[in-house]
């Protein structure tokens, strides 16, 4: 008998895979978990990807969606410096109040990149599309320090169970951004020797 035409079936395999890690963690997923999930044959799975971390790699390169739509869809870009900081806060405060396994999802994954060096460069790339988002509102030195605070401020809140602090965390980045090249009174950028110039706003 042919085989069916399934062009979704590689989708539904990564949103299966996905699901499998939030329900089981990393050490849960195998190729035949995630056909299980799927409800594929074991043999669909494999021929998609051949190793699991063929999978993880898909998966957390669709996890990693996740922060990124919610600052594209945000008021970052719009705000003017002056509460970039704000804006910035805000939106992490929207992203942790939303759906917690989903966010809690998106670190697994990311994380599992320390002992899986095949998801080191997807992992990276988390950072450095936030990172270049933000630059156009920064410089790239600044944008890159800001993803690091906030990704900090997100793993204390999620391994702690901490309550977000939004006002902390508003400070906090506002002092990164106050520290990095700026406007002058006339709107001309402000320079700094060894870096590079910020991109106008």
Not at 45 to 55: G, I, M, Q, R, V
Not at 64 to 69: L, M, Q, R, V, Y
Not at 111 to 130: H, I, K, M, T, Y
């Amino acid at each position: 008998m042919a085989r069916r035409y399934d062009p979704e079936r590689r989708q539904r395999i990564i949103d299966a895979a996905i699901r499998v890690v939030g329900e089981n963690g990393i050490g849960g997923l195998s190729h035949r978990s995630v056909a299980a999930e799927a409800d594929v044959p074991l043999g669909s799975t494999t021929y998609h990807f051949k190793t699991l971390d063929e999978l993880l790699v898909a998966a957390l390169r669709q996890a990693n969606e996740g922060f990124a739509k919610a600052l594209a869809g945000s008021a970052v870009f719009e705000a003017p410096r002056s509460g970039l900081a704000a804006a910035l806060a805000s939106v992490l405060g929207e992203w942790l109040a939303g759906e917690r396994t989903g966010v809690e999802l998106e670190y697994e994954l990311y994380l599992a990149a320390l002992r899986r060096p095949a998801l080191r460069p997807v992992a990276a790339e988390w950072g450095e599309g936030v990172a270049d988002q933000l630059a156009r509102r920064t410089d790239p030195v600044t944008a890159r320090a800001l993803v690091a605070l906030m990704d900090g401020i997100c793993l204390q809140v999620l391994l702690t169970d901490a309550v977000y602090e939004e006002e902390y965390a508003r400070d906090m980045l506002a002092r990164v951004i106050d520290g990095a090249p700026g406007d002058d009174a006339d709107g001309t950028a402000a320079g700094r020797p060894g870096r590079r110039g910020a991109p106008g706003t």
